[in-house]
Every structure is written in C-alpha cells, then in structure tokens.
C-alpha cells in the first residue's frame, strides 16, 4: 500500500496519459503501448529523479529517445529519399508520425542544442512531450517569459533547419 503523500499514482497516470498522446500518432501497428512505453522509459532513468516537475519531463526525455530509437529501427530499410518540408506551428504539439520525420527533427533538436541548450530543452517538452510554454517552464526552471523566448526562438530556428531538410541546411544566424 502506498502512503497518502505518495506521488507515484498521479505521476504515473500522467506519464501513462502522456505515452499514449504520443503513441496516438505514431503508425498503426506499433509494438509499443502506454504502458510499455511509460515502464521502458522508467527504466532507462535508472533512478528516481526528485521532484515532479524534474521526473516529468526527465521521463518525456527518455520516451523521445525510445521513439526516435523505434523511428531509427523502422526507417534502417529505407534510407535515402528526398527531404521532406516541415513547418512548426503554435501547436501544443506537434503530429510526427512518419519515422522519417521525427528523426529529422531530433537530429535538428540536437544541433540546436549545441547552439542554445535552453530552447532545445523546451523545444523538447513541446514537441515530443506535448507540454504547454508554461509546463516546459516548470520542468526546466526557468520563468514563463524565458520559456516562451526560448520556444520563439527555437520554433523559428528549426523551421528554418527543416525547411531545406535537417543534412543540407544552413545553420539560422
């Protein structure tokens, strides 16, 4: 039984709810459900991070790594094709359901990372982990108005990645 303060039942309902938005956009057929997906992630944490905020979005890091290694896995027959145009909109999240795509732009997401750390962590939240400006704000601690300079910033520094596909583009100045 688990004590009245325990947070593990709410968090573990919201990484289940969390999981299963995500999977509702990944191709029919997947091997993967909500649960496998939020017990998969748990345990590629390898601990048990303190806070809420902090475990949330730690475990919205190891679920995007988990679907990008699954995109990478489906997409080893087929490599090569034509880049594919990808716009980021104001969304609370973004539809990536071709494995191709998610790829993109995680390899995208990581360049970004290695210019501005801040906006690709909430670039992060958003995309892959659906959260709101003000959730990504919380999980990364920062305030509500650095979060939402970092998600301009990051929104307009990606699109313009992805518009020449993620390999050929030229990094935003």
């Known amino acids: ?26 191709p029919a057929g997947h091997t993967l459900d909500a649960t496998a997906l939020v017990h998969e992630a748990y345990l590629r944490l390898g601990g048990d991070p303190a806070g809420r905020s902090r475990f949330v979005a730690a475990a919205a890091e190891a679920m995007r790594r988990i679907l990008i290694d699954h ?25 990536l359901p071709d494995p191709d795509v998610v790829l993109d732009v995680d390899a995208a997401l990581s360049r970004l990372a290695a210019d501005d750390p801040a906006a690709a962590a909430v670039a992060r939240l958003r995309l892959f982990a659906g959260r709101t400006v003000d959730e990504a ?15 301009s910033y990051a929104r307009a520094w990606l699109t313009a990645a992805l518009a020449d596909g993620v390999d050929g583009a030229a990094r935003p100045e």
């Open 137 to 151: 704000a919380a999980a990364v601690g920062v305030s509500r108005a650095t979060a939402y300079r970092d998600w």
């Open 71 to 95: 995109a990478r896995k489906k997409r080893a027959g087929k490599r090569g094709g034509a880049a594919r145009r990808f716009t980021l909109s104001d969304a609370d999240r973004v539809n």
């Open 1 to 26: 039984m688990t004590p009245p303060d325990d947070p593990f039942p709410a968090v573990y309902a919201e990484l289940r709810r969390l999981a299963a938005a995500k999977l509702a956009h990944e």
